[in-house]
C-alpha cells in the first residue's frame, strides 16, 4: 500500500480530502462557489490578476470549469464575459510588434 494510501485510510479520508491534504499546495480543489469565493478574495486583495486553470481530468474537467466556474466567477464581477478588442494581442494590452509597418507605413511605401 501506497504512503498516501495508508495516511488516507488511517484519517478516513474521502478522495476529495486526501487530494487537498496531500496534494500539492500550488493548486485549488472544491466545488466552484468556494474556488469562485476563493479567487475573488485574492482579486480583491491584488493577490491575482488572472487564473491559469487546469482541469482534474481531461477533457471532461474543462466542461465543469466553464459551465460551473466560470458563471460563479462572473457573478462575482471577477472575470470578464466580453473582450474589448478583436485580437489577442489587443486584449493583452500587446503593442504591435515593431517588425510590423502601420498602416500609414504601408500607405506611404504604396
Known amino acids: 500500500m501506497a504512503e498516501w494510501q495508508a495516511q488516507a485510510q488511517a484519517h478516513g479520508w474521502s478522495l476529495r480530502e ?10 485549488h480543489v472544491g466545488i466552484p462557489s468556494g474556488l469562485a ?9 491584488g493577490a ?3 487564473f491559469n486553470v487546469t482541469p482534474y481530468l481531461i477533457p471532461d474537467g474543462l466542461d465543469d470549469i466553464v459551465d460551473l466556474l466560470v458563471p460563479e466567477l462572473h457573478e462575482r464581477g471577477i472575470y470578464r464575459t466580453e473582450y474589448t478588442s478583436t485580437t ?3 486584449n493583452l ?3 504591435e ?4 509597418r502601420s498602416a500609414q507605413d504601408r500607405q ?3
Open 48 to 50: 491575482i490578476d488572472g
Open 18 to 27: 486526501t487530494v487537498i491534504a496531500l496534494g500539492p499546495q500550488r493548486g
Open 37 to 45: 469565493d476563493k479567487f475573488a478574495h485574492f482579486v480583491r486583495h
Open 97 to 100: 510588434p515593431l517588425t510590423h
Open 88 to 90: 489577442l494581442r489587443e
Open 93 to 95: 494590452g500587446l503593442h
Open 108 to 110: 506611404q511605401a504604396g
